[in-house]
């Protein structure tokens, strides 16, 4: 895969993510306000607490990896893309990383 159609995959993927968020949640926090009923509805059953289960554990693997290669390879501005693994999810803000840290690699290998 090249690297023009890599970034455009996970530009893509994580617009198309953000705009589902976006019209799923954000009007339903608006009407309720509740944002810890809102976090608490991801584990209304088992398929879905399986599912938030997963994305919990995606956000925890990608914050250690970002603090990691702030460390170990000094690359900056990751803490953003964690938050932004928060909200609006993990999708914004991993591609987002990988985003970053090509840019700062430089190509090198890291």
């Known amino acids: 895969m090249s690297e023009t159609i890599f970034k455009v995959t996970i530009i893509g993927a994580a617009i ?3 705009a589902l968020f976006s019209i799923w949640i954000i009007p339903a926090l608006i009407v309720d306000q509740d944002i810890i009923g809102a976090f608490a509805a991801g584990f209304v059953n088992p398929y879905s607490s399986g599912y938030s289960a997963d994305v919990l554990a995606c ?3 990608l914050a ?3 603090a990691y290669e702030a460390k170990v390879h000094k690359i900056r501005h990751g803490w953003i893309c964690a938050l932004l693994g928060i909200i609006p999810g993990v999708a914004v803000g991993f591609a987002l990383y990988l ?3 090509m840019r700062q690699s430089g190509g ?3």
């Open 99 to 101: 985003l970053v840290r």
């Open 108 to 110: 090198r290998k890291i």
């Open 16 to 18: 198309i993510f953000a």
């Open 64 to 66: 250690a990896w970002i």
């Open 59 to 61: 956000w925890v693997i």
